[in-house]
């Protein structure tokens, strides 16, 4: 029997729909089980061969779970809003949402021929004003507790996109998109305080199920730092206050630095007789990217000010003031105390300008190089602190200042505040409008959605403002407040907007009076298990947590957490290991894949391919490998032969397939659960039949992988009258589980001294171990080294040993 991929899988996946298999219940006594995957962005390219391996890995998930009697719900949609269907729309003259259209329709046909089991009865898409009500919706919220505030900024600006970026998507320098230059400019600005849940995001991961590297990149992107903030006296009058994270060093403190932008400047300027030259330097300073001026190894500039000196508080020294582009106004105060003994820039920069660098903790070669470490090394020089170590005198210090009341114990995070505005047209507009006389008013409720306008050009503007500016009809409007002349918010929100909150819409997608009702979010969430992109982790992944933690506390979701389970899944490369690309001529495209070996192969190779957390290199001849295990396990029904039971010689290869395959998925293990059922293929193909028991169990084993034909054979062997799908997922008998024994001779130096009874597959170590653990065996390696051991499974153990 030829095995005919293409008609095989129509046909099932028409059957599944005709029957709903899929269709999440929101009324069910079944317990319920919420995956989900990162909606995808339908760009122009279509579907990638990256997208199927986090979708098949969660569907053999979901299918796993429905058959182990769980109420699933596997949903997909859109997330469409953003640049690059814009730019598409700008240089091909349509309208994004026609675009949008388009792709949508593209991806959601390649995805259906995949055969994955999403619930597409609750499709969603973040471009409808059905859901970006709810977006704008939440925006509202936010503005109400004072969560979202707009305000001048020094800002991102990507000189490519011409557009704000946030700093999450600026890479050393460059916009993370387009890849040109990110440039400073002062903008007002929409922003959201996600600083506020600085430390309810690092507090929440505690109770979460996220892989440690996830944690440790959002715990470190937070970066929450323990310190003080301290004041110093200036010849100005003005107290100068600092957030240093080593109070401890405060004797060591031989001048201090403030930023070009600090505020004092401006305060200052008539004092300070060199102001032409700071100017200068301030102008300077300006046209530097953040990430260059934060480089430890760049050479360090500054100018003194002529004029204000400071007063360092615990020794009563004078000491002199720089600015310096090292000290960002971003961060803490702006301002540093400099101790150039144990800072390495504070070193480079003393050594710079000939400032005297007095050594305070005992340990290192302060003339030659800054000494950092904090777990070691004594106090000195620093009266009342000598002899204690780093973490005593920190300790110390700290209260000292409190009681003297120049300085205080403070936490900081580095976290920023989000900027929450593009100045683009294809995103959600902001539910805002300014009313010179009220300021900003939020749109009631009731006038939700407010919809994007017809524009007649998406041409971001070169000054900077957004299409819609120039849309002056839809532009003015009445204050809500005053029923004065007001004007709409003509920004709209970044592309991480509508995902922030996407899983809450799938509970309940229809839904036009909430987001989703309380009903459904009490009994789905939280999401039991989400897949997605390691490179989501400071952005999508941490912004959704912000969300989610501001609506528990408003009391709209039930959960603190939004996920209960985080995993992580590696790239697909190229044949030849690199990233596909166009240019490299190394893309497959999934399509052709599926035209070709059906989806039920790809699908398995996809799982097959490597370790799934880990990124893999395409290979043909390993595809085609699966390709013929698909048709393998077809021609198992032409050698079924009557059996309601597994034959006893089968026992334990089935048992251990089953429990193997039950605990390898949930692992996410997929490549080790695929090699073991090719093993009890080939077992059972050379035993020359299979019961139809066997066939049974081997079906529903497989059905998570490769659905369609295992509901085919499902079908042809008359099993009963529902879908394979639709079955029980196999138990397997733990006694039944341990594998057969081999005997195994261990020879030191070439002579057989024992003899083991092990377990078949036991491994290479376990083998050794054993050996070496025998007494007899022991008792020939007496005085002598092991210099070298050999395992022949299953056979023998060889040690070399000598004198
Ligand atoms: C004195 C000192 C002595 C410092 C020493 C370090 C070592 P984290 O851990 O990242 O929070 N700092 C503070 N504000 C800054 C700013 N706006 N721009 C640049 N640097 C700034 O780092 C805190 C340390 O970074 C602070 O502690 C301060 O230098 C510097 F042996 O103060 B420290
Ligand atoms: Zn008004």
């Known amino acids: 029997?030829?095995?005919?991929?293409?008609?095989?899988?129509?046909?099932?996946?028409?059957?599944?729909?005709?029957?709903?298999?899929?269709?999440?219940?929101?009324?069910?006594?079944?317990?319920?089980?919420?995956?989900?995957?990162?909606?995808?962005?339908?760009?122009?390219?279509?579907?990638?061969?990256?997208?199927?391996?986090?979708?098949?890995?969660?569907?053999?998930?979901?299918?796993?779970?429905?058959?182990?009697?769980?109420?699933?719900?596997?949903?997909?949609?859109?997330?469409?809003?953003?640049?690059?269907?814009?730019?598409?729309?700008?240089?091909?003259?349509?309208?994004?949402?026609?675009?949008?259209?388009?792709?949508?329709?593209?991806?959601?046909?390649?995805i259906k021929s995949l055969g994955i089991s999403f619930d597409w009865s609750r499709e969603i898409n973040t471009t409808d004003p059905s859901y970006y009500k709810w977006?704008?919706?939440?925006?509202?919220?936010?503005?109400?507790?004072?969560?979202?505030?707009?305000?001048?900024?020094?800002?991102?600006?990507?000189?490519?996109?011409?557009?704000?970026?946030?700093?999450?998507?600026?890479?050393?320098?460059v916009c993370e998109r387009c890849g040109n230059p990110v440039i400073h400019k002062v903008k007002s600005q929409w922003m959201l305080k996600i600083t506020d849940y600085a430390q309810k995001l690092i507090d929440g991961l505690d109770g979460v199920d996220y892989p440690e590297r996830v944690k440790a990149q959002q715990k470190n992107w937070i970066g929450r730092s323990?310190?003080?903030?301290?004041?110093?006296?200036?010849?100005?009058?003005?107290?100068?206050?600092?957030?240093?994270?080593?109070?401890?060093?405060?004797?060591?403190?031989?001048?201090?630095v403030i930023s070009p932008e600090h505020p004092y400047i401006e305060k200052w300027k008539d004092r300070l007789s060199n102001i032409d030259e700071i100017r200068d330097y301030q102008t300077k300073a300006a046209r530097k990217s953040e990430f260059e001026r934060a480089e430890i190894a760049k050479d360090k500039t500054g100018v003194k000010l002529e004029g204000v000196?400071?007063?360092?508080?615990?020794?009563?020294?004078?000491?002199?003031?720089?600015?310096?582009?090292?000290?960002?106004?971003?961060y803490g105060t702006g301002a540093i105390?400099?101790?150039?003994?144990?800072?390495?820039?504070?070193?480079?920069?003393?050594?710079?300008?000939?400032?005297?660098?007095?050594?305070?903790?005992?340990?290192?070669?302060?003339?030659?190089?800054?000494?950092?470490?904090?777990?070691?090394?004594?106090?000195?020089?620093s009266g009342f602190l000598n002899g204690l170590s780093v973490e005593e005198a920190k300790e110390k210090i700290k209260s000292y200042m409190e009681e003297k009341n120049f300085g205080h114990r403070k936490i900081n995070y580095k976290l920023r505040d989000w900027v929450f505005a593009r100045q683009r047209y294809w995103g959600e507009p902001i539910p805002?409008?300014?009313?010179?006389?009220?300021?900003?008013?939020?749109?009631?409720?009731?006038?939700?959605?407010?919809?994007?306008?017809?524009?007649?050009?998406?041409?971001?503007?070169?000054?900077?403002?957004?299409?819609?500016?120039?849309?002056?009809?839809?532009?003015?409007?009445?204050?809500?407040?005053?029923g004065g002349p007001a004007k709409r918010e003509t920004d709209t929100m970044p592309q991480w907007a509508g995902s922030s909150w996407y899983y809450l819409r799938y509970t309940d997608p229809h839904n036009d009076k909430a987001l989703a009702s309380k009903e459904a979010m009490d009994y789905w969430l939280p999401v039991?298990?989400?897949?997605?992109?390691?490179?989501?982790?400071?952005?999508?992944?941490?912004?959704?947590?912000?969300?989610?933690?501001?609506?528990?506390?408003?009391?709209?979701?039930?959960?603190?957490?939004?996920?209960?389970?985080?995993?992580?899944?590696?790239?697909i490369l190229g044949e030849n290991g690199e990233k596909m690309s166009k240019s490299r001529g190394n893309v497959v495209n999934p399509d052709d894949v599926v035209d070709e070996y059906g989806a039920d192969t790809l699908r398995l190779y996809e799982m097959f391919i490597g370790d799934f957390e880990k990124a893999a290199p395409w290979s043909t001849a390993s595809m085609k490998g699966c390709r013929r295990f698909v048709?393998?396990?077809?021609?198992?029904?032409?050698?079924?032969?009557?059996?309601?039971?597994?034959?006893?010689?089968?026992?334990?290869?089935?048992?251990?397939?089953?429990?193997?395959?039950?605990?390898?998925?949930?692992?996410?293990?997929?490549?080790?659960?695929?090699?073991?059922?090719?093993?009890?293929?080939?077992?059972?193909?050379?035993?020359?039949?299979?019961?139809?028991?066997?066939?049974?169990i081997f079906t529903l084993l497989m059905n998570p992988f490769s659905p369609h034909v295992t509901e085919e054979v499902w079908a042809n062997l008359h099993y009963n009258g529902k879908m394979a799908c639709q079955q029980e997922w196999p138990s397997y008998d733990e006694s039944k589980c341990k594998a057969a024994s081999v005997e195994i001779a261990v020879q030191v130096n070439g002579k057989v001294r024992a003899h083991l009874t092990l377990d078949a597959d036991v491994s290479k170590e376990d083998a050794l171990a054993s050996a070496k653990a025998n007494d007899r065996v022991n008792s020939f390696l007496q005085g002598k080294k092991i210099i070298k051991e050999i395992y022949v499974p299953g056979k023998l153990v060889n040690l070399v040993a000598k004198q």
Request: with cysteine.
């Open 528 to 571: 039991d298990w989400y897949n997605g992109g390691m490179e989501h982790t400071t952005l999508h992944l941490l912004y959704s947590r912000f969300w989610h933690k501001f609506l528990y506390d408003i009391g709209v979701v039930p959960t603190s957490e939004p996920y209960a389970k985080r995993t992580s899944h590696g790239m």
């Open 337 to 381: 105390m400099a101790v150039p003994a144990h800072d390495t820039r504070d070193w480079d920069f003393a050594k710079k300008f000939g400032l005297p660098i007095i050594e305070v903790v005992k340990g290192g070669n302060v003339e030659k190089e800054a000494y950092t470490d904090c777990a070691s090394g004594t106090m000195v020089n």
């Open 135 to 173: 977006t704008q919706w939440i925006f509202l919220q936010l503005f109400k507790h004072g969560l979202a505030y707009k305000k001048e900024t020094n800002v991102n600006w990507c000189t490519g996109c011409k557009c704000v970026l946030a700093n999450e998507e600026v890479v050393e320098g």
């Open 1 to 110: 029997m030829k095995y005919d991929h293409k008609a095989v899988e129509k046909k099932w996946q028409d059957a599944w729909e005709k029957a709903g298999v899929f269709h999440a219940e929101n009324n069910s006594k079944k317990p319920k089980y919420f995956a989900l995957i990162e909606f995808p962005y339908p760009s122009g390219q279509g579907l990638h061969v990256g997208h199927p391996r986090p979708y098949t890995a969660l569907d053999i998930i979901a299918r796993k779970r429905r058959l182990q009697g769980y109420n699933v719900l596997y949903p997909i949609g859109w997330d469409a809003f953003g640049l690059p269907t814009e730019n598409y729309a700008i240089k091909n003259h349509v309208h994004p949402a026609e675009v949008t259209k388009k792709n949508v329709a593209r991806f959601k046909e390649q």
């Open 631 to 696: 048709e393998r396990y077809f021609a198992l029904q032409d050698i079924v032969v009557p059996g309601d039971s597994i034959r006893p010689e089968m026992e334990i290869p089935f048992n251990r397939t089953i429990k193997k395959v039950s605990e390898d998925i949930e692992n996410l293990k997929f490549n080790t659960a695929i090699a073991a059922m090719m093993s009890l293929l080939n077992e059972t193909a050379q035993s020359g039949s299979i019961t139809r028991e066997e066939m049974r």
């Open 309 to 330: 000196t400071a007063t360092n508080p615990v020794n009563g020294k004078t000491i002199p003031i720089f600015i310096s582009d090292y000290v960002l106004m971003t």
């Open 226 to 256: 323990e310190g003080a903030e301290v004041g110093f006296q200036t010849s100005a009058g003005d107290e100068l206050t600092v957030y240093t994270t080593r109070p401890d060093t405060l004797f060591g403190a031989t001048y201090m």
């Open 432 to 482: 805002i409008v300014h009313c010179d006389k009220c300021g900003y008013v939020p749109l009631p409720e009731d006038q939700l959605p407010l919809r994007l306008p017809e524009v007649e050009s998406y041409e971001p503007t070169d000054d900077g403002e957004s299409p819609l500016s120039k849309m002056t009809d839809w532009v003015n409007t009445t204050c809500p407040k005053c």
